[in-house]
């Protein structure tokens, strides 16, 4: 199921345990580090999923 898995790149961190080979299971969302980014990643998880649906 690709739709909850999702590239790593852009994301800054030691260990995840999100973390699945090259992808990140779900949406991860820091909004403590990186609070700048919350809104373009949520926008492209949701242009990802609508591409699958």
């Known amino acids: 199921m690709s739709s909850v ?3 790593k790149e852009g994301y800054t961190y030691t ?4 973390e699945v080979g090259d992808k ?6 820091d909004n403590i580090n990186e609070e700048d980014k ?6 492209n ?5 609508k591409g699958e649906l």
């Open 15 to 18: 260990a995840s345990l999100a």
């Open 45 to 49: 998880w949701i242009e990802q999923l």
């Open 5 to 7: 898995l999702f590239d």
């Open 24 to 29: 990140l299971c779900g949406l991860a969302i």
């Open 38 to 43: 919350t809104s373009e990643r949520i926008e």
